[in-house]
């Protein structure tokens, strides 16, 4: 059988390859976002119309500029993502890796997601 040749992660190596994927993820999330705002570099496809500046390696922030204004993405140390605008207040972005389903099951909708037991 497969799994008895697996060998038995500890919890900390369990914990470290949650915070590994974790990590990925909000640097996904934040491609995603800067992908958003300036496209993929063709015609076709600007974005928001914004192009970023050149940064730094160890930066924790990256600036998008275009004719509308600009704009602040910063990756927080609580891994929060903080956008930044002239004229608004700055946006908490929390990069969640939940999985996101659909249901019209009527027992799973009024259930009370908090206990995961059923109303009566």
């Known amino acids: 059988m ?12 369990i914990f470290e390859t949650y915070q590994q994927s974790f990590k990925g993820f909000e640097a996904f ?10 496209g993929n570099g063709t015609t076709e496809d600007r974005g928001l119309g914004f192009e970023a500046s050149p940064c730094f390696p160890l930066s924790d922030s ?36 939940l999985p996101l389903t659909a249901t019209e099951d009527a027992t799973i ?10 109303k009566t």
């Open 109 to 118: 909708i009024n259930s009370d997601g908090a206990t995961g037991r059923l």
């Open 29 to 38: 999330c934040l491609l995603l976002i800067s992908r958003a705002l300036t």
């Open 2 to 13: 497969p799994w008895k040749r697996r060998q038995i992660q500890t919890p900390q190596q």
């Open 62 to 97: 990256i600036q998008f500029n275009s004719l509308k204004g600009d704009i602040t993405l910063k990756l927080e140390p609580d891994s929060t993502i903080i956008l930044e605008a002239d004229g608004i207040q700055p946006l908490t972005l929390v990069p969640l890796m």
